[in-house]
């Protein structure tokens, strides 16, 4: 079965700080996985997205994830955060059939200080 | 290109009555997903439905169930209303058979059981 963890439930962080949000995950085959954000009360936002090639993706917002297979993990970073990112953000594992579906973290909220 | 639009925002029912709610995927998507997400919890996905037959379901009871039209909008409905059926509903729209599976998802549904 799949499974993914984000091991932290909150974080906080100074504006102009870096950031880094935790993702691991468990998938029998070559997993696509995603990052979302959702500000309050809204919807999923996809951030980026990785399926093949290169390790390092780069996304919306100025963020950026690695696929480490090894580490079976896929960590979203940002070198400088804004205050507009206070968020809670998911991470997500889908196969790559196309008949496959999403299995979500519990998310980390991001407090921007 | 329009996104993926839910219909109604917020909806407060009680314990027994059922409800549907909408979704309308974005233009050229002809997949749709629904996930119930409680409050403080992540998605948790209910079914989806590709070319108006369901094509795959979550661990959710059967009076969770769901329709898709010829146009790929979808209805989701639930009987028998629970007081934890409390959450947001979002429904999302990918195209299958176009490559990667990617989910574009709604603003979400607010769901309210008294």
């Known amino acids: 079965a799949q499974s993914v963890t984000q091991p932290d439930i909150h974080i906080t962080v100074s504006e102009g700080a870096s950031l880094e949000l935790r993702c691991n995950y468990s998938y029998g085959a070559t997993p696509y996985l995603f990052w979302y954000v959702q500000s309050p009360g809204q919807g999923l936002q996809l951030l980026l997205k990785y399926f093949s090639g290169d390790t390092l993706v780069q996304g919306i917002k100025g963020f950026e994830a690695e696929f480490k297979r090894s580490q079976s993990s896929f960590n979203l970073r940002k070198p400088s955060v804004h205050w507009s990112d206070a968020a809670e953000y998911f991470c997500?594992?889908?196969?790559?059939?196309?008949?496959?579906?999403?299995?979500f973290g519990k998310g980390t909220m991001l407090l921007v200080s | 290109e329009t996104g993926v639009t839910q219909s109604p925002t917020h909806l407060i029912k009680t314990r027994g009555q059922q409800v549907t709610l909408r979704c309308s995927s974005q233009s050229g998507h002809n997949t749709v997903s629904w996930y119930q997400q409680a409050l403080g919890q992540g998605p948790q996905f209910i079914f989806q439905?590709?070319?108006?037959?369901?094509?795959g379901r979550g661990n959710f009871p059967p009076r969770f169930s769901g329709l898709q039209f010829p146009n790929y909008s979808s209805e989701l409905n639930v009987n028998a209303l629970e007081l934890d059926d409390s959450a947001l509903y979002l429904c999302a729209s990918s195209l299958v058979g176009g490559g990667a599976d990617t989910q574009y998802f709604g603003p979400g549904t607010r769901l309210t059981v008294l």
């Open positions: 439905y590709y070319r108006e037959e369901e094509n």
């Open positions: 997500a594992v889908g196969g790559n059939s196309g008949y496959s579906t999403l299995t």
